[in-house]
């Protein structure tokens, strides 16, 4: 709960106002796992909380570790429902990837997250539990909402924990810690900026729009040139950051082409392109570029002024790195 809400929810019991910020402290600087922890409440403030809520801490059911270091984590959200979080430590930082849905409505055509399908919006808190239920939560330097699902199609929830995360009531982050990712939806990109100070990532992989549309079938409904000229109307020139992601495919999107086409698609903002290598996945016919091709790839937009960089792969061997999270096999192991 945001701190309205504690406030809402002290008035309904009868306490005083200030408690309200008593409890966010006790839920999220001290990071209790009971309400009966929450000792400068008196025990009758505390019985009557009991009454209706909990803190609604839930740790994750399963964790799998990588040869390099990275851990996925299953959460559990519901009786037949799940998600996963991946926990990426890297020299002096450490990110965690958090899920906002369980599935995905977009339906990229290399992302297993869309092959499953959507099931459900996660609530505010089931987003927030994956990083306070983390075992490494006080590692944490970064998180990017990168994981399953489409953010700005939940972006109410989201944007009430991103309130918390960088609130002095909650965690007190910088927005600047924090990363939310996106395919681009009209209705909720807007929105996105001007209630938040977080960076953001495009999901762009096609500077052409017949080929992203037949990646990201989301480009039909919001197409990557209107929401260019949406971005041109925001300031991304000083510590927010404005990045799109670029996943290279073998003899799809790799040539001097195309190379030039961002160049063009991005010369009216101030972002940067991260280039992405492919992780295969089951029953999708693509393969990615290789390394030398993304070098090359890579330096041509740099030395043409587009800041451009190659994303470490990280978890590929636990299906941990970037289009590779489902929940789908979990499921149906459950209902088995």
Same mark, same amino acid.
């Given at each position: 709960?945001?701190?309205?809400?504690?406030?809402? *929810?002290?008035?309904?019991?009868?306490? %005083?106002? +200030?408690?309200?910020?008593?409890?966010?402290?006790?839920?999220?600087?001290?990071?209790?796992?009971?309400?009966?922890?929450?000792?400068?409440?008196?025990?009758?403030?505390?019985?009557?909380?009991?009454?209706?809520?909990?803190?609604?801490?839930?740790? %994750?059911?399963?964790?799998?570790?990588?040869?390099?270091?990275?851990?996925?984590?299953?959460?559990?959200?519901?009786?037949?429902?799940? *998600?996963?979080?991946?926990?990426? %430590?890297?020299?002096?930082?450490?990110?965690?990837?958090?899920?906002?849905?369980?599935?995905?409505?977009?339906?990229?055509? $290399?992302?297993?997250?869309?092959?499953?399908?959507?099931?459900?919006?996660?609530?505010?808190?089931?987003?927030?539990?994956?990083?306070?239920?983390?075992?490494?939560?006080? /590692?944490?330097?970064?998180?990017?909402?990168?994981?399953?699902?489409?953010?700005?199609?939940?972006?109410?929830? *989201?944007?009430?924990?991103?309130?918390?995360?960088?609130?002095?009531?909650?965690?007190?982050?910088?927005?600047?810690?924090?990363?939310?990712?996106?395919?681009?939806? !009209?209705?909720?990109?807007?929105? $996105?900026?001007?209630? @938040?100070?977080?960076?953001?990532?495009?999901?762009?992989?096609?500077?052409?729009?017949?080929? !992203?549309?037949?990646?990201?079938?989301?480009? /039909?409904? +919001? %197409?990557?040139?209107?929401? *260019?000229?949406?971005?041109?109307?925001?300031?991304?020139?000083?510590?927010?950051?404005?990045? +799109?992601?670029?996943?290279?495919?073998?003899?799809?999107?790799?040539?001097?082409?195309?190379?030039?086409?961002?160049? /063009?698609?991005? !010369?009216?903002?101030?972002? !940067?392109?991260?280039?992405?290598?492919?992780?295969?996945?089951?029953?999708?016919?693509?393969?990615?570029?290789?390394?030398?091709?993304?070098?090359?790839?890579?330096?041509?937009?740099?030395?043409?002024?587009?800041?451009?960089?190659?994303?470490? @792969?990280?978890?590929?061997?636990? +299906?941990?790195?970037?289009?590779?999270?489902?929940?789908?096999?979990?499921?149906?192991?459950?209902?088995?």
């Amino acid at each position: 709960m945001t701190l309205t809400e504690l406030q809402s *929810v002290v008035k309904h019991i009868g306490m %005083p106002s +200030f408690t309200a910020k008593q409890i966010a402290s006790w839920l999220y600087v001290k990071k209790v796992e009971s309400i009966d922890d929450m000792t400068n409440l008196s025990l009758k403030f505390r019985a009557d909380l009991n009454e209706n809520y909990t803190v609604g801490l839930d740790a %994750p059911i399963e964790s799998m570790p990588s040869i390099d270091g990275t851990i996925k984590y299953l959460y559990r959200v519901s009786e037949t429902q799940f *998600v996963e979080s991946v926990y990426i %430590p890297d020299n002096d930082r450490a990110t965690l990837c958090v899920s906002s849905q369980v599935g995905c409505k977009m339906n990229c055509k $290399f992302c297993m997250t869309g092959k499953q399908g959507f099931t459900a919006n996660l609530t505010a808190n089931q987003i927030l539990n994956q990083i306070q239920a983390l075992p490494e939560r006080d /590692k944490l330097t970064n998180i990017v909402l990168m994981g399953m699902g489409e953010p700005l199609d939940n972006l109410d929830e *989201v944007l009430k924990v991103l309130e918390i995360l960088t609130s002095s009531y909650g965690y007190a982050w910088s927005p600047k810690r924090i990363t939310l990712s996106t395919v681009g939806l !009209r209705k909720g990109l807007q929105r $996105f900026i001007e209630e @938040s100070d977080c960076h953001l990532a495009i999901s762009l992989h096609a500077p052409f729009k017949q080929l !992203r549309q037949e990646l990201m079938p989301a480009e /039909k409904a +919001f %197409p990557m040139t209107e929401m *260019v000229d949406l971005l041109q109307n925001y300031d991304f020139s000083k510590q927010r950051r404005l990045s +799109f992601e670029y996943i290279m495919f073998k003899g799809i999107n790799d040539s001097l082409a195309y190379a030039k086409e961002l160049l /063009k698609l991005l !010369r009216p903002l101030d972002c !940067r392109v991260n280039l992405i290598r492919f992780h295969a996945i089951p029953g999708v016919n693509l393969e990615g570029a290789d390394i030398n091709t993304m070098t090359s790839f890579r330096d041509y937009l740099t030395s043409h002024g587009l800041h451009t960089t190659i994303r470490a @792969s990280r978890g590929e061997d636990i +299906f941990a790195a970037c289009g590779m999270l489902s929940t789908a096999k979990n499921a149906v192991d459950n209902n088995n």
